[in-house]
């Protein structure tokens, strides 16, 4: 049999002495299936990986009358826009309605635009999808067209077509149209733009509800995920194995009252029935991204689900008494039942089959600053319910391990760890001291935050904007201990996964793995080192030669039953083999200058390279200073 040893080899520090490491003829554990995957957090789906163009598309949660309440619409050609709250609301999750009143003077086309989230691409030769509910609520003599566009900024028209509408519509009727725009602008600052024609609409009112405009999306699922974020660069290159959703501080209610936290039926059905909710990170969830979508993308990427319930508390202190959550119990029985049991309400939304879950976390990191002793009722109280309906799933616990003490006792915990490149470079050895007792460790959120002089300011998160190779090394040296530990590590993803490269959104949390924009994604380099890992993921760990626990240079030695690539090259880490090793291999080595970041205006400074290596059952290696080195050695 052809087996491949993957060396993850890291050099953290410039001074290499020589060092000699020897490899096991055995493997000691095998490397779970669900090792390396991704936590789904905050700046992630609106505007983001959810592919919906519109902001503000459907008037959620904002007040009637407000000039907020018109975030990214303006107007066209002096229309008077409103937002109200409806008489007769297109759907009871959707109250406000965008009032829209031609003026009784007008010529020419009248109407209003949306400038998106922070711009929008448009592709030529590619359909975008647009949507609208519209109504006349005074029952007007009137027939006329309404026009539907793609422009760009200055107004040029990109792409565009217009339906017949009647006054007498004063109920509320949905318009589907087809925009393809035949130029491609170089610009992203683009706009969705409704008209009618001011002189044949002069004095009339038109009222909008729930708009969409969807590009074409990742394996065409309606919507869906916007494509580039999903398959081109980033998220299907890492080979992620799960996903946990619906993020950490998304899943609860920071600062907010309990009827803001995230509920899971809401999410569900017709966009015209999700309501969204005012999210943890001052922006409105639309829920378009919903628990659905969560697991057709979980399928789509044949991804393992780790879905959050919401546990009774929120960050800004928030509880629920012991006595009252029972509903929310139930409410967390009904999810995992809808999603593996009950099959009347998937086969209405078009999946009648169950979807795989395994993993239930319950609540989000609670940490002692955050009272930690309500910790322990929740956990007694979901746990003893959940597992009378669904023995066979696991429940993780989402406190520091050992602290407090829970009953029932997890089988898994959550551990999170956003530290400095110092702290994380000297704690690859982190779970080795860990007891081999059954308890299973998901290291569900880990990143390097700030660099070795980093404190830890009180108005930011973190001291790197965007992750260096110096913040991707020491990630790496962390991971190591991952592969080492993967008897007990079964599970680990860097976060926070996506940011947006604009201060739309609040962005203290960073660095994060994906920056990306209107038009583009930005692999950062921590991004390079997940897909490393991810990519050269083994199926058994090696034991061999320990790196020093203070050290400069850390390895980890997998195998794996199957061939990818190999060549030659050689020196400064002598490794020995005890297998017969064919003399070329491939490495591919992720390296720069210790503060070298991907960002947007040079997204590709840090990239991996790979080459050939001469090897052989003894063979010496040099790995440059601040480098990630993944050695593929073909043996039998
Ligand atoms: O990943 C960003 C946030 O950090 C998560 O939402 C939260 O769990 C943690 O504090």
């Given at each position: ?127 975008y ?17 309404l ?10 028209v ?26 491609t602008?170089?610009?992203?600052d ?9 002189a ?9 509800a ?6 074409p ?31 950490g501080?998304n ?84 999810q ?36 930690i ?208 090793v ?15 970041a ?5 997204p ?33």
């Open positions: 049999m052809i087996f491949l040893v993957g060396f993850i080899l890291l050099s953290i520090g410039s001074a290499l002495s020589q060092i000699t490491v020897s490899v096991s003829p055995t493997a000691s554990h095998p490397i779970p299936t669900t090792l390396w995957g991704q936590m789904y957090e905050v700046n992630a789906g609106d505007g983001g990986l959810y592919a919906e163009l519109l902001q503000n598309r459907a008037f959620q949660q904002v007040a009637a009358g407000t000039s907020a309440a018109l975030k990214a619409w303006y107007s066209v050609n002096s229309a008077l826009l409103t937002v109200v709250n409806e008489t007769e609301p297109v759907s009871s999750a959707l109250p406000n309605a965008l009032k829209v009143t031609v003026a009784s003077d007008a010529t020419g086309p009248v109407g209003f635009g949306n400038t998106g989230y922070f711009g929008m691409k448009f592709t030529a030769g590619n359909t999808n647009a949507s609208f509910y519209y109504r006349f609520p005074e029952n007007p003599d009137f027939i006329g067209e026009n539907a566009s793609l422009q760009t900024s200055a107004g040029n990109l792409a565009s077509t217009s339906v017949l509408v009647a006054g007498n519509q004063t109920s509320w009727k949905q318009v589907f149209v087809s925009l393809t725009p035949d130029i602008p170089d610009a992203t683009n706009v969705f733009v409704v008209t009618t024609d001011g044949a609409a002069s004095g009339l009112t038109i009222n909008f729930m708009f969409s405009l969807f590009p999306t990742f394996k065409n699922r309606q919507n869906g995920m916007r494509i580039d974020i999903a398959e081109v660069s980033t998220l299907q290159a890492m080979k992620p194995s799960f996903f946990r959703f619906p993020g501080n899943l609860v209610c920071r600062g907010q009252n309990t009827a803001s936290r995230w509920v899971w039926n809401t999410t569900l059905g017709h966009l015209v029935d999700r309501p969204g909710r005012s999210g943890d990170w001052g922006y409105i969830n639309t829920d378009g991204l919903g628990l659905l979508e969560y697991l057709l993308w979980c399928e789509d990427l044949e991804m393992e689900p780790i879905m959050a319930v919401w546990a009774g508390y929120g960050l800004g202190g928030q509880s629920i008494a012991e006595d009252d959550l029972e509903p929310y119990i139930q409410s967390a029985i009904d995992a039942l809808f999603i593996y049991i009950a099959a009347a309400r998937r086969a209405e939304l078009g999946h009648p089959e169950p979807f795989k879950l395994t993993y239930v976390e319950i609540g989000n990191e609670v940490r002692p600053s955050l009272r002793g309500r910790y322990g009722y929740r956990w007694n109280l979901y746990v003893t319910a959940l597992q009378v309906e669904f023995p066979n799933l696991h429940f993780i616990a989402t406190t520091f391990p050992f602290n407090p003490i829970l009953d029932p006792t997890p089988t898994e915990y959550d551990v999170h760890v956003y530290q400095s490149s110092t702290w994380m470079s000297e704690n690859s050895f982190y779970y080795d001291g860990f007891q081999r007792n059954g308890t299973k460790y998901f290291e569900g959120e880990y990143a390097t935050t700030k660099n070795d002089q980093g404190v830890f300011p009180s108005t930011t998160r973190s001291t790197f904007q965007y992750s260096t190779v110096e913040a991707a090394t020491a990630d790496a040296v962390f991971m190591t201990g991952f592969e080492r530990n993967a008897d007990i590590v079964f599970a680990a993803s860097y976060a926070p996964l996506l940011q947006v490269n604009a201060s739309f959104f609040r962005t203290i949390l960073h660095p994060n793995l994906v920056v990306f924009d209107a038009g583009a994604v930005y692999p950062s380099v921590s991004y390079y080192v997940q897909q490393l890992f991810g990519f050269y993921r083994g199926d058994e760990y090696i034991p061999s030669t320990l790196p020093a626990r203070n050290g400069t240079v850390f390895w980890s030695v997998v195998r794996k039953t199957s061939v990818i690539n190999r060549n030659d090259n050689a020196t400064d880490v002598t490794f020995q083999l005890p297998f017969n064919s003399n070329t291999a491939t490495v591919t080595v992720l390296t720069g200058a210790k503060t070298s991907n960002t947007p205006s040079n590709d400074l840090v990239l991996p390279q790979t080459s050939s290596i001469f090897t052989g059952s003894t063979f010496d290696y040099s790995a440059p200073p601040f480098s990630v080195n993944v050695l593929v050695l073909n043996i039998d």
